[in-house]
């Protein structure tokens, strides 16, 4: 597996003292860690098959993507449906990002983001000088301001209030041109994480989401919701050289197979998120090139620990017993995945890989039921188109269970449903989530007062070692705090997370510069200014 | 007494537009979520809910935004998308344009086609010919549209030939006259649904009057082959066909939502399909209508044009 030589890369690297994603510091070592990254994307990441030497500067490119509709948005920092977030990373930046190969945070528009005297309740940011919007206004601190500010706004709070809602909004203060404070409610090392995320992108002070603004490689030209959008070649992009194609149009499809047919038909240049199941009939075709990533993306099937018959934990775990993960890769993502273990962000520095990888067991299962007094369970699983291969884990899970006796009814529900009244609340279901590091995924959704806590987790151990873990910049010390949450997480929690899966793009043999990425952003985190036509 | 009829039949058409709307309201209503749910979905946290309602003005009673949208389609205004807040006019305008040309195209070219296959087939009724052509339109008759898209797609479009795109792009403010090969393989799996049907009630009625007496007389006046079968045998046999193509024509109407979804075009039918996915209810509430109308309308011009081939029922209703 070619991320665990990437391991060993970024160990190497953050043992060297020069760079690292979470290698938080105290105060001065801060500025080493988050600061002077310049444009580095390709860092860590495998090598790219086309250098820009090999481009032909020019042309159009035109790339599919499935979702979106009439509500079709280029405002960035509302970005919902998969093309909404491919619009979003070429208009805009956010002050961070992780990036591609998920090793880094890496410096976009901030040059350093750091903790005033260790203490990790006060962050300051500063701005990479000479920065430009699309309409020549230089990028200040008050564009960062009311970019924040916008996103908190309480009257309409944009996707990065659930992440950032710790920001003191009205604390936030300019040192100077470049330079913003910025207060938090609580202390929090995971800032950098949570703030460095693509809907938190930097707009104008003058924004106007119908005729957007921002810093990306591409300006905007139109959008037909639903249909498609255009973008154009942003000259006076800072980093220098890129984007190489002058247009770019990225066309919405409402089906899978319909934005295939068109890539093998010519008709666009490049797709993402190929449906497992046609992943080899591509990679037979001789023009096309298929780019297949592995991910940190975990689609689990969720359990409600206050909802009977799961507010049992030994009927959790029986569940989390009945699950054959191997035969779960190979029969719904057609073995575009690798197994996991009941445990998320398995990027991070911390991730408790020590844990034993736990087995499909139904004699234990059945035992564990049995002593609950659930020997003849029979339980609902909603499930929904929201994400590929959810459908059909839900079936194979309902296989699976049969070997222990246990009866799991799939309930298919369209997405309006799924997401309606019940959203948070379905006592089982399943869910998808990106690659993120551990805080930030803990953040999102393993506390009270997280914003999607589906399986209504809420321990207290857990959250003490949480808040101690947020407040600690030293890295090991958090690490031992984060293992021992997962601990409690991988014996109590109330996830069966079966499979991290794959994210498979497509491209004509025509163009080159789309990389691999582990964050699960696909096209090589929608990096489309690296991406051109070959000579 | 035709005019009175007709407007009789205008009148129950306009009742029948009615109910449909409240059914498709009921089920509109039935469905679970609402589009700020629909719309935010995994994204909805309780903020930003409360925010985008307040912004698409959901929080009116479902009812007062029924009444509002029909007093709204009575004086000709179509309201505004609950998804977007744009005017369901300016979002479907362009829609329904392509929409009606597929179906306009499909239907000019499908209905002479059948016409001209089942009245060649009658002439060769039981042989060769008239085996090989009820075999295949019989198979074509039992094959889903998509699955006939899907494979017009295989063949002229990714796999075998490139000749045609494979689906239906259009560039911004593009129609799709202005890019006609958008049009082919839609029109063409529209066309392959709707012929076998055609063709074979114009062949049955067809083998009916050919076996008549007034065609064995004509015959044997010594009249030509062909005016026998198209001054004589044709318009008599194609009153059955008249029928049969209105319903095959309004099933266009609403065939059009598979066949667009098949090949992502730019039409009523993904718009319709995305409005009910968006719980978008006039969006939802516009298209069926104009789906329900079109069959309503063409379902009064084939009783009309039945008279009016029918001398008997002309005179009566004269």
């Given at each position: 597996?070619?991320?665990?030589?990437?391991?060993?890369?970024?160990?190497q690297?953050?043992?060297?003292?020069?760079?690292?994603?979470?290698?938080?510091?105290?105060?001065?070592?801060?500025?080493?860690?988050?600061?002077?990254?310049?444009?580095?994307?390709?860092?860590?990441?495998?090598?790219?098959?086309?250098?820009?030497?090999?481009?032909?500067?020019?042309g159009?490119?035109?790339?599919?993507a499935?979702?979106?509709?009439a509500?079709?948005?280029?405002?960035?920092?509302?970005?919902?449906?998969?093309?909404?977030?491919?619009?979003?990373w070429?208009?805009f930046?956010?002050?961070?990002?992780?990036?591609?190969?998920?090793?880094?945070?890496?410096?976009?528009?901030?040059?350093?983001?750091?903790?005033?005297?260790?203490?990790?309740?006060?962050?300051?940011?500063?701005l990479?000088?000479?920065?430009?919007?699309?309409?020549?206004?230089t990028?200040?601190?008050?564009?960062?301001?009311?970019?924040l500010?916008?996103?908190?706004?309480?009257?309409?709070?944009?996707?990065?209030?659930?992440?950032?809602?710790?920001?003191?909004?009205?604390?936030?203060?300019?040192?100077?041109?470049?330079?913003v404070?910025?207060?938090?409610?609580?202390?929090?090392?995971?800032?950098?994480?949570?703030?460095?995320?693509?809907?938190?992108?930097?707009?104008?002070?003058?924004?106007?989401?119908?005729?957007?603004?921002?810093?990306?490689?591409?300006?905007?030209?139109?959008?037909?919701?639903?249909?498609?959008?255009?973008?154009?070649?942003?000259?006076?992009?800072?980093?220098?050289?890129e984007?190489?194609?002058?247009?770019?149009?990225?066309?919405?499809f409402?089906?899978?197979?319909?934005?295939?047919?068109?890539?093998?038909?010519?008709?666009?240049?490049?797709?993402?998120?190929?449906?497992?199941?046609?992943?080899?009939?591509?990679?037979?075709?001789?023009?096309?090139?298929?780019?297949?990533?592995?991910?940190?993306?975990?689609?689990?099937?969720?359990?409600?620990?206050?909802?009977?018959?799961?507010k049992?934990?030994?009927?959790?775990?029986?569940?989390?017993?009945?699950?054959?993960?191997?035969?779960?890769?190979?029969?719904?993502?057609?073995?575009?995945?690798?197994?996991?273990?009941?445990?998320?962000?398995?990027?991070?520095?911390?991730?408790?890989?020590?844990?034993?990888?736990?087995?499909?067991?139904?004699?234990?299962?059945?035992?564990?039921?049995?002593?609950?007094?659930?020997?003849?369970?029979?339980v609902?699983?909603?499930?929904?188109?929201?994400?590929?291969?959810?459908?059909e884990?839900?079936?194979?899970?309902?296989?699976?269970?049969?070997?222990?006796g246990?009866?799991?009814?799939?309930?298919?529900?369209?997405?309006?449903?799924?997401?309606?009244?019940?959203?948070?609340?379905?006592?089982?279901?399943?869910?998808?989530w990106?690659?993120?590091t551990?805080?930030?995924?803990?953040?999102?959704?393993?506390?009270?007062?997280?914003?999607?806590?589906?399986?209504?987790?809420?321990?207290?151990?857990?959250?003490?070692?949480?808040r101690?873990?947020?407040?600690?910049?030293?890295?090991?010390?958090?690490?031992e705090?984060?293992?021992?949450?997962?601990?409690?997480?991988?014996?109590?929690?109330?996830?069966?997370?079966?499979?991290?899966?794959?994210?498979?793009?497509?491209?004509?043999?025509?163009?080159?510069?789309?990389q691999?990425a582990?964050?699960g952003?696909?096209?090589?985190?929608?990096?489309?200014?690296s991406?051109?036509?070959?000579? | 007494?035709?005019t009175?009829?007709?407007?009789?039949?205008?009148?129950l058409?306009?009742l029948?537009?009615?109910?449909v709307s409240?059914?498709?309201?009921?089920?509109?209503?039935?469905?679970?979520?609402?589009a700020?749910?629909?719309?935010?979905?995994?994204?909805?946290?309780?903020?930003r809910?409360?925010?985008?309602?307040?912004?698409?003005?959901?929080?009116?009673?479902?009812?007062?935004?029924?009444?509002?949208?029909?007093?709204?389609?009575?004086?000709?205004?179509?309201?505004?998308?609950?998804?977007?807040?744009?005017?369901?006019?300016?979002?479907?305008?362009?829609?329904v344009?392509?929409?009606?040309?597929?179906?306009?195209?499909?239907?000019?070219?499908?209905?002479?086609?059948?016409?001209f296959v089942?009245?060649?087939?009658?002439?060769?009724r039981?042989?060769?010919?008239?085996?090989?052509?009820?075999?295949?339109?019989?198979?074509?008759a039992?094959?889903?549209?998509?699955?006939?898209?899907?494979?017009?797609?295989?063949?002229?479009?990714?796999?075998?030939?490139?000749?045609?795109?494979?689906?239906s792009?259009?560039?911004?403010?593009?129609?799709?006259?202005?890019?006609?090969?958008?049009?082919?393989?839609?029109?063409?799996?529209?066309?392959?649904?709707?012929?076998?049907?055609?063709?074979?009630?114009?062949?049955?009625?067809?083998?009916?009057?050919?076996?008549?007496?007034y065609?064995?007389m004509?015959?044997?006046k010594?009249?030509p082959?062909?005016?026998?079968?198209?001054?004589?045998?044709?318009?008599?046999?194609?009153?059955?066909?008249?029928?049969?193509?209105?319903?095959?024509l309004a099933?266009?109407?609403?065939?059009?939502?598979?066949?667009?979804?098949?090949?992502?075009?730019?039409?009523?039918?993904?718009?319709?399909?995305?409005?009910?996915?968006?719980?978008?209810?006039?969006?939802?509430?516009?298209?069926?209508?104009?789906?329900?109308?079109?069959?309503?309308?063409?379902?009064?011009?084939?009783?009309?044009?039945?008279?009016?081939?029918?001398?008997?029922?002309?005179?009566?209703?004269?």
């Open positions: 597996m070619v991320w665990l030589d990437e391991e060993l890369t970024r160990r690297v953050i043992r060297a003292g020069a760079a690292g994603g979470l290698a938080l510091g105290a105060g001065g070592a801060l500025a080493g860690c988050f600061g002077g990254d310049d444009d580095s994307a390709n860092n860590g990441a495998p090598a790219p098959q086309a250098q820009p030497g090999d481009f032909r500067p020019g159009t490119l035109r790339i599919g499935t979702g979106g509709g509500e079709d948005t280029v405002d960035g920092q509302k970005p919902t449906s998969d093309p909404d977030i491919m619009r979003t070429q208009l930046e956010p002050l961070a990002v992780r990036n591609a190969a998920f090793t880094k945070l890496e410096m976009v528009l901030a040059e350093s983001l750091e903790a005033e005297k260790g203490k990790a309740d006060t962050w300051t940011v500063r990479k000088p000479d920065l430009e919007f699309h309409n020549g206004k990028v200040t601190a008050d564009d960062v301001i009311f970019s500010q916008r996103i908190l706004d309480p009257k309409d709070p944009k996707v990065g209030a659930a992440s950032i809602g710790y920001v003191d909004a009205k604390g936030l203060k300019k040192m100077d041109a470049r330079t404070r910025i207060p938090l409610k609580f202390a929090n090392s995971s800032f950098p994480e949570d703030l460095g995320q693509y809907f938190n992108n930097i707009v104008p002070t003058d924004f106007d989401p119908k005729n957007p603004v921002g810093t990306g490689a591409f300006k905007y030209k139109s959008l037909k919701p639903g249909e498609q959008s255009t973008f154009v070649r942003f000259p006076n992009y800072w980093r220098k050289g984007p190489y194609v002058d247009e770019l149009v990225i066309i919405d409402t089906e899978p197979t319909a934005k295939v047919n068109a890539l093998v038909g010519g008709q666009v240049e490049a797709i993402n998120n190929v449906p497992f199941s046609q992943v080899s009939s591509l990679q037979g075709n001789g023009n096309l090139k298929v780019v297949i990533s592995e991910t940190g993306s975990w689609q689990p099937f969720t359990m409600r620990v206050d909802a009977d018959p799961f049992d934990n030994r009927v959790r775990q029986a569940m989390r017993l009945l699950v054959d993960r191997d035969q779960m890769v190979q029969q719904v993502l057609s073995g575009q995945g690798r197994i996991a273990n009941d445990l998320y962000a398995p990027y991070d520095d911390c991730y408790a890989k020590d844990l034993p990888q736990r087995k499909q067991d139904l004699e234990q299962a059945k035992s564990l039921l049995k002593q609950a007094g659930q020997s003849d369970l029979r609902e699983l909603v499930t929904g188109d929201i994400f590929r291969g959810v459908v884990a839900a079936q194979v899970f309902a296989e699976q269970a049969k070997g222990a246990v009866e799991v009814k799939v309930r298919k529900v369209d997405t309006g449903t799924f997401y309606g009244d019940n959203y948070l609340s379905w006592p089982f279901a399943q869910d998808f990106a690659t993120r551990y805080l930030t995924q803990v953040a999102q959704g393993s506390l009270p007062d997280s914003p999607f806590n589906e399986t209504h987790w809420d321990d207290k151990e857990f959250q003490s070692l949480i101690q873990a947020r407040g600690e910049l030293d890295e090991d010390k958090r690490c705090l984060l293992k021992e949450a997962q601990k409690l997480e991988y014996d109590k929690g109330g996830y069966i997370i079966p499979y991290f899966s794959n994210s498979v793009d497509a491209h004509s043999s025509k163009i080159g510069g789309i691999e582990k964050s952003f696909t096209l090589g985190n929608y990096q489309l200014r991406v051109g036509f070959l000579k | 007494m035709l009175r009829l007709i407007l009789r039949r205008l009148a058409g306009l029948t537009l009615w109910l409240l059914l498709v309201f009921a089920a509109t209503l039935a469905l679970p979520g609402d700020a749910q629909a719309i935010l979905g995994r994204e909805a946290t309780p903020e809910l409360a925010a985008l309602r307040d912004q698409l003005h959901l929080d009116e009673p479902v009812v007062t935004q029924y009444l509002k949208w029909l007093g709204g389609i009575l004086t000709g205004d179509l309201g505004n998308s609950a998804a977007t807040q744009q005017p369901v006019s300016e979002l479907l305008s362009d829609r344009g392509n929409s009606l040309f597929l179906v306009v195209v499909s239907a000019v070219v499908a209905v002479p086609l059948s016409i089942g009245v060649w087939t009658a002439m060769r039981d042989r060769a010919p008239d085996h090989i052509v009820s075999t295949g339109s019989l198979i074509l039992s094959l889903p549209e998509f699955v006939i898209g899907i494979a017009l797609i295989l063949l002229f479009a990714t796999e075998v030939f490139h000749a045609f795109p494979a689906v792009l259009l560039g911004p403010g593009e129609k799709a006259w202005d890019d006609p090969k958008v049009v082919v393989l839609p029109a063409a799996t529209l066309v392959l649904a709707v012929v076998p049907y055609i063709s074979r009630i114009m062949r049955g009625s067809m083998v009916e009057v050919l076996e008549s007496e065609v064995t004509a015959t044997l010594g009249l082959r062909r005016t026998v079968i198209w001054r004589h045998a044709v318009p008599n046999a194609i009153v059955p066909a008249i029928q049969v193509t209105a319903l095959q099933y266009l109407a609403g065939g059009v939502v598979v066949v667009e979804f098949v090949f992502s075009y730019p039409g009523i039918g993904a718009a319709l399909v995305e409005a009910v996915g968006n719980r978008d209810m006039p969006v939802v509430q516009t298209v069926t209508m104009l789906a329900a109308g079109i069959y309503v309308g063409l379902n009064i011009l084939a009783d009309v044009a039945t008279i009016l081939v029918t001398p008997k029922l002309r005179t009566a209703a004269r």
